[in-house]
């Protein structure tokens, strides 16, 4: 596995902790300290969790019948 790379069972692991802790936290720690405070890491790992968090924003949209949107969703820092 190349270094940065996340395995299947560390996607895994930290799906369910950030499940457990829930979308608007992993949201708003992402906003408010880049991810330093709950998710941690190297900056892969906060990348698969801005992921997680559009994935979960874009089923909870979808459950409520609105339209997707990207503009509310998180973004790497430049």
Do not use: C, Y
Request: proline share 6%; glycine share 10%.
């Amino acid at each position: 596995m190349a270094d940065g790379e996340i395995s299947e069972a560390g996607r895994k692991a930290r799906f369910e902790q950030w499940e457990q802790l829930g979308v608007d936290v992993i949201r708003t720690d992402l906003e408010a300290t880049g991810g330093h405070r709950f998710i941690g890491g190297p900056p892969t790992v906060r990348k698969l969790a801005r992921e997680w968090v559009r994935m979960k924003e874009a089923s909870q949209t979808i459950a409520s019948g609105a339209h997707p949107t990207s503009s509310n969703l998180p973004r790497a820092a430049p």
